[in-house]
């Protein structure tokens, strides 16, 4: 997409966004502490804008922005959300689900095995990691859930495993 394009993108997404979104809107793009699959996986409004996100809604907490059609390592397409939060307005994740199909996610788990990620469970969600990538996902197990996948850059090198 052009300059043009996301400029355009840009400035219908304020219109329908309100008077907060449009107070973030004259702050520059953040450059991301890191990319999965072209994500930003952190970031401001124009971080996220650039990156695709669009039809983003305030729900007086924060903004989540919403991008259709994401592929990661060959799996969906599926939704991905950025949800912003704070003053100034950030996000640190970027989560992907199926609207429709709670089993969209679970190919994801073979295709990161095959590439030689780590896993464990826990209670909730099941965590791959791959050394020494910061990079950290972690895919819903409840079976009532939407089973989303949630992917952080963990620069702090916190254990993530129990």
């Known amino acids: 997409m052009g300059r043009t394009a996301h400029v355009l993108t840009f400035t219908l997404l304020l219109a329908a966004c309100g008077d907060r979104i449009a107070d973030q809107a004259a702050e520059p793009a953040l450059a991301p502490t890191a990319v999965f699959e072209g994500l930003p996986l952190s970031g401001n409004l124009a971080t996220a804008v650039a990156a695709g996100f669009g039809n983003c809604l305030d729900d007086g907490r924060g903004v989540r922005c919403f991008r259709e059609d994401v592929r990661i390592m060959g799996v969906g ?86």
């Open 77 to 162: 397409p599926v939704r991905a959300a950025v949800d912003l939060i704070g003053a100034p307005a950030r996000f640190d994740h970027v989560t992907l689900w199926h609207p429709t199909d709670q089993s969209a996610m679970l190919p994801l788990r073979d295709v990161l095995a095959r590439d030689g990620w780590g896993t464990c469970l826990t209670p909730d969600e099941e965590r791959f990691w791959k050394a020494p990538s910061p990079l950290r996902l972690a895919l819903d197990t409840n079976y009532w859930g939407k089973r989303r996948l949630v992917i952080r850059s963990d620069a702090a090198g916190k254990a993530y495993c129990p």
